[in-house]
């Protein structure tokens, strides 16, 4: 059994960064920084990533060296043991995040907080230090310290952050879940920390709407019977309940900032895998592996410094929030959004980085593939200040990635791959490096990324399992109640004792860039043929009539192995004889002619997970006869109802009443 790599499509055009501005990037900076000290001569990105990977000890002391992180305790080594899971980093070193985060003073704006309807603020550092301050000073008052859990129900806005860092700053443990989630769904995850205080705001704002949360913050109480203290964060006007602290009452004060210096590996945040099937699992991370993964990822591969202007479109719930957050780290003025990326209007986030001047913004490739179908061009069609572009969540197609490079020739696009599990990307953009269409510029440093074939070795060009060869400081601690790491090393090592197996396949071209392929869980194995499913949703959400798709693989009890493709229509648009046509040939022509759908299924909508993730495995499972409730959580889907549909299309499958043209398609699929 072999993977099939992909079909044979044109091959587009590279961007290529200018070298003047090349060699005013911080990743440029940091290589003069280790030439002058002696620690490598780096020809070019590749012998920069493989000594990151090599010398792992000399690359994270220069990482904490070059940012000039704050120990106050120091290491009397960076990496005691490498063993994974259990790499022990910087023992006897003790740092706090909020303190590095809060570093950078004066009157600079730190926090832009904008919402729908014109709301918009800014903080600057120290006012958003002093909030800070008094937060955590109330905290200790209330007995919370080192190993609490504080915990949020709260959208994208500045109390936001400003309660997390309060929490970093005395020590506790932070978790949070944006208000979307119904109060089950966050009880499934704040309920497992049993937290002692809780945040709440009184709602949200998103797509024309103010959305009440007083009723779900009421039940949610309830839910959380740990909880001592309920503090009331006034967003849209809302009346406080009683029994609930005022947010603002808490932050006002004159207090010093007091920050409790931890160890390195002290609890940081709680983050939730999807949480498809039982309940999300708590991934832990640490201050200091946080601390300097991000400054790694944002600095050197984001760019970013104290002049940056940063947005990543983004809600509470997503790791992508914890990193913007981040760019604190560094000195960045952050962008927060509470709203909808499509409201009034489609372009209503590039208005938002016309608006605010930002120099990188990020997004999802369904947002931009929604705007490269729209057709207006960003570039000409607002005051863009954009240098970097980020997308992330899922692969981009190639043909978004070529527009965007031709509608925003000056900025560059920096696509990347990470996850929940080590809060960052595995692989994504290099500034120094060209970027090309469908594919990530190089492997991050410090990631020892590899694709392995079903032998467990290294293969190059071809497609093969993402893993990680050696340790990562901001893999996680353990998960939450998992008494003997049972759970943290089926999850990640069950394959490969001692190596990260990711769960995505992946190719590493020679060129260093990484092609994600799409999760090898939901692989689809066609005689004897492996295809991941991004290359498949690569040309069809090129479509300009298909608003959303999923397709699975299916294997069936008499031996059979069914592929169907379902799409949800734009509006004003049929599932007709042409268009299945034209599915069906571009995927053939494009992708594989071993994997053309056998049937293209019309569905009103598609589930997804609260952060967007198409849930291929779920649908595949339903499609085999397992009931919704034994594959997914409610509580963790945008909508159940998009799950709940497949099992009308199993039975009638089972029944003989397939879509018609079936046995046609198939014996051509073949």
């Not at 704050?70 to 995040?97: C, I, K, Q, S």
């Not at 913050?217 to 309920?230: C, E, K, Y």
């Not at 053309?596 to 198409?614: N, Y």
């Amino acid at each position: 059994m072999r993977a099939e790599k992909p079909g044979p499509v044109a091959v587009p055009e590279e961007w290529t960064p200018d070298p003047e501005a090349a060699s005013r990037t911080r990743i440029a900076a940091f290589v003069r920084w280790l030439d002058a000290r002696g620690l490598g001569d780096f020809a070019d990105y590749e012998a920069l990533w493989r000594w990151s990977v090599t010398e792992l000890e000399e690359f994270w002391q220069a990482i904490a060296d070059f940012y000039d992180v704050r120990f106050h305790e120091r290491a009397g080594r960076v990496l005691a043991d490498d063993a994974m899971p259990g790499a022990v980093w910087f023992p006897g070193a003790t740092l706090n995040y909020a303190e590095q985060a809060l570093r950078h003073t004066g009157e600079r704006t730190a926090i832009v907080a904008v919402s729908e309807g014109g709301h918009r603020h800014e903080v600057t550092r120290d006012e958003l230090r002093d909030r800070v301050a008094s937060l955590a000073h109330w905290l200790r008052t209330e007995g919370i310290g080192p190993g609490d859990r504080v915990v949020g129900y709260l959208p994208n806005i500045t109390a936001t952050v400003v309660a997390f860092l309060a929490t970093a700053a005395v020590g506790a443990v932070w978790s949070a879940c944006s208000q979307e989630y119904s109060p089950d769904g966050a009880a499934d995850r704040l309920g497992q920390l049993e937290p002692t205080v809780l945040f709440v705001a009184d709602g949200y704002r998103y797509a024309g709407r103010e959305h009440d949360r007083s009723a779900h913050n009421d039940q949610l109480r309830r839910l959380l019977p740990s909880v001592r203290t309920t503090v009331w964060v006034p967003h849209i006007g809302g009346t406080q309940p009683p029994g609930t602290v005022h947010f603002d009452t808490l932050t006002r004060g004159d207090h010093a900032l007091e920050t409790t210096p931890v160890r390195f590996g002290h609890p940081l945040w709680v983050l939730y895998s999807s949480g498809t099937t039982g309940r999300p699992k708590g991934i832990v991370h640490g201050h200091g592996g946080v601390t300097l993964e991000h400054l790694k990822f944002l600095g050197l591969h984001a760019d970013l410094d104290a002049a940056s202007r940063f947005s990543w479109y983004t809600s509470t719930s997503w790791m992508m929030w914890n990193i913007q957050v981040s760019g604190l780290l560094l000195g960045a003025t952050i962008v927060l959004y509470d709203g909808s990326p499509s409201w009034p209007h489609p372009g209503a986030l590039w208005q938002l980085a016309a608006d605010e001047r930002l120099t990188f913004l990020g997004t999802s490739p369904a947002y931009l593939t929604a705007a490269h179908k729209d057709g207006t061009s960003p570039g000409t069609a607002y005051d863009l200040k954009l240098t970097g572009l980020g997308s992330t969540g899922s692969p981009l197609p190639s043909g978004t990635a070529q527009w965007l490079h031709e509608t925003l020739p000056a900025t560059w696009l920096a696509a990347a791959s990470g996850g929940t599990d080590i809060v960052s990307g595995f692989a994504g953009g290099v500034p120094t490096l060209p970027s090309r269409p469908g594919e990530m510029q190089a492997r991050t440093l410090g990631v020892a990324l590899e694709a392995w074939d079903e032998h467990g070795q290294p293969v190059t060009d071809e497609v093969g399992e993402l893993v990680v060869t050696r340790p990562m400081p901001s893999m996680p601690l353990y998960f939450w109640n998992d008494p003997g790491q049972v759970r943290y090393r089926d999850a990640y090592f069950s394959t490969y004792p001692g190596v990260w197996r990711h769960g995505d396949w992946v190719t590493v071209t020679t060129r260093g860039g990484v092609v994600v392929h799409g999760r090898s869980d939901a692989t689809m194995n066609r005689y004897g043929v492996r295809m991941g499913s991004a290359e498949i949703y690569e040309v069809v959400d090129q479509v300009e009539d298909i608003a959303d798709a999923l397709v699975v693989g299916v294997e069936e009890p008499d031996g059979g192995y069914w592929m169907p493709l379902f799409v949800v229509l734009t509006p004003g648009h049929d599932l007709t004889p042409d268009l299945v046509a034209r599915l069906r040939d571009r995927i053939r022509t494009e992708v594989s002619p071993r994997h053309v759908p056998d049937d293209v299924i019309a569905v009103p909508s598609l589930p997804h997970t609260m952060t967007g993730k198409r849930l291929e495995v779920p649908v595949k499972r339903i499609l085999q006869g397992a009931p919704p409730s034994s594959v997914a959580n409610p509580a963790a889907l945008v909508s159940a109802d998009a799950l709940t549909q497949f099992v009308r299309i199993a039975a009638d499958r089972m029944a003989g009443r397939p879509d018609a043209g079936h046995a046609e398609r198939r014996a051509e699929a073949g």
